[in-house]
């Protein structure tokens, strides 16, 4: 699926429908008042932790509040931090607590 999410953004930068190089985007782990962990991607982590602290980010952290960054990892392109991401959500409780504790935010 990367693959073709690859050769997709290389076709349409080719036809000019795309300019510049892949904005950086970054995958992020948040830790909510209830102990629990979420993880997303944005281009402005900063920006989107303001939005979930303010009650306008996801369903999930609304009811959670407040949250903390406790992770950020950088990804070259949306296509890879959503491989990241997904890659992330699917691992256990003790595998994540171990990636937070390995990262620094």
Do not use: F, S
């Amino acid at each position: 699926m990367l693959e073709r999410m690859q050769a997709l953004e290389a076709d349409c930068r080719a036809a000019g429908l795309l300019a510049g190089p892949a904005e950086p985007w970054t995958v992020y782990i948040l830790r909510c008042a209830d102990g629990t962990l979420y993880t997303g991607i944005a281009k402005d982590v900063d920006r989107r932790l303001a939005q979930h602290n303010a009650g306008k980010g996801a369903r999930y952290t609304r009811t959670r509040l407040p949250v903390t960054l406790v992770y950020r990892e950088p990804c070259p392109g949306r296509a890879q931090a959503l491989q990241r991401e997904h890659a992330i959500k699917r691992l256990g409780r003790p595998a994540k607590d171990r990636l937070v504790a390995r990262g620094a935010p």
